[in-house]
């Protein structure tokens, strides 16, 4: 049992490392052509959709947590971003990653990476038009803050690689400890406990799964090989992509940093939306599936 265990972890810490690391340096190379203040500017003057999807683009190339976003979000805010569109990025940021979408196509499939992004995508930049039409920007404090985002200064080896050392000591533990979970799962939680209480047709632990996600603040980076694990013991997919969607999208330290700008309606709406995004996503891939 434990040599199940010990075998699993090597192969995904193998696995993770190989990918974690290609597709950090694509990400840095990404990021050194496309510049924040360029990003700003195309964000202000683009039409309300065209700028949504800008926001979701820039989501994609900043591998954010969810509290890590928050300054970046605060200094949109400051330079008169549309309303919508900060929505937008604060939802897609932490859960939309190039790195965890390449993990999850590795170890979940193609097609389960492809769906979660178009509904994570689409999702975000809906429920951003939403809290901007029922006049939820009068709910944003007045706050300043400085250094949201330091201006990039283009392509250099050498700063790459630092970058990707830095990226390494916040995120990749992350990435361990789901794999270490992931294999103690995988070698000792029997196969018929999982399938008996946690798939099947049982649709219920779809919004028990979104709420429960969000004071667990487990990060994506963790999910993704603990999901495998569960999902091949037959665990359902909805539970599980809601679980994933509720931790990454919104976490217990990241609201109270959304506290110190958003008023209690807006916070009340944020996590609502954010419930509702998972709930949603695991009911689509409940029916997928």
């Known amino acids: 049992m434990w040599y199940e265990v010990i075998k699993n972890f090597a192969w995904l810490v193998i696995e993770l490392t190989i990918l974690f690391v290609v597709v950090s340096f694509i990400v840095s190379l990404l990021q050194s052509f496309i510049r924040y203040d360029k990003v700003k500017g195309w964000m202000k003057k683009s039409p309300p959709i065209m700028s949504a999807f800008i926001a979701v683009l820039f989501a994609f190339i900043t591998p954010f947590c969810s509290c890590s976003t928050i300054p970046v979000v605060v200094n949109l805010l400051?330079?008169?971003?549309?309303?919508?569109?900060?929505?937008?990025?604060?939802?897609?940021?932490?859960?939309?990653?190039?790195?965890?979408l390449t993990v999850m196509t590795v170890l979940m499939g193609w097609k389960v990476a492809l769906y979660y992004t178009l509904v994570t995508t689409l999702l975000s930049i809906t429920l951003g038009f939403m809290l901007e039409k029922w006049g939820f920007?009068?709910?944003?404090?007045?706050?300043?803050?400085?250094?949201?985002?330091?201006?990039?200064?283009?392509?250099?080896?050498?700063?790459?690689?630092?970058?990707?050392?830095?990226?390494?000591?916040?995120?990749?533990?992350?990435?361990?400890?789901?794999?270490?979970?992931g294999a103690v799962i995988g070698g000792i939680v029997p196969t018929e406990f999982v399938a008996t209480y946690l798939g099947g047709e049982s649709w219920w632990l779809i919004p028990i799964a979104a709420i429960i996600g969000i004071p667990l603040y487990i990060r994506l980076s963790s999910m993704i090989p603990i999901s495998?694990?569960?999902?091949?013991?037959?665990?359902?997919?909805?539970?599980?992509m809601a679980m994933m969607i509720s931790s990454a999208g919104a976490s217990l330290p990241e609201l109270s940093l959304l506290n110190s700008i958003f008023k209690r309606k807006l916070m009340f709406a944020f996590i609502l939306s954010v419930i509702s995004m998972s709930t949603i996503s695991g009911f689509l891939f409940y029916f997928i599936q």
């Open 78 to 100: 400051r330079n008169n971003i549309r309303f919508s569109t900060v929505m937008i990025f604060l939802f897609s940021s932490p859960v939309l990653d190039p790195t965890i």
């Open 137 to 181: 920007e009068k709910e944003v404090k007045n706050v300043i803050i400085k250094n949201g985002l330091q201006e990039e200064k283009g392509f250099n080896l050498k700063n790459t690689f630092v970058e990707i050392l830095t990226l390494m000591k916040t995120v990749y533990p992350f990435l361990l400890i789901g794999a270490g979970i």
């Open 228 to 240: 495998q694990i569960l999902i091949a013991k037959g665990m359902a997919l909805g539970p599980v």
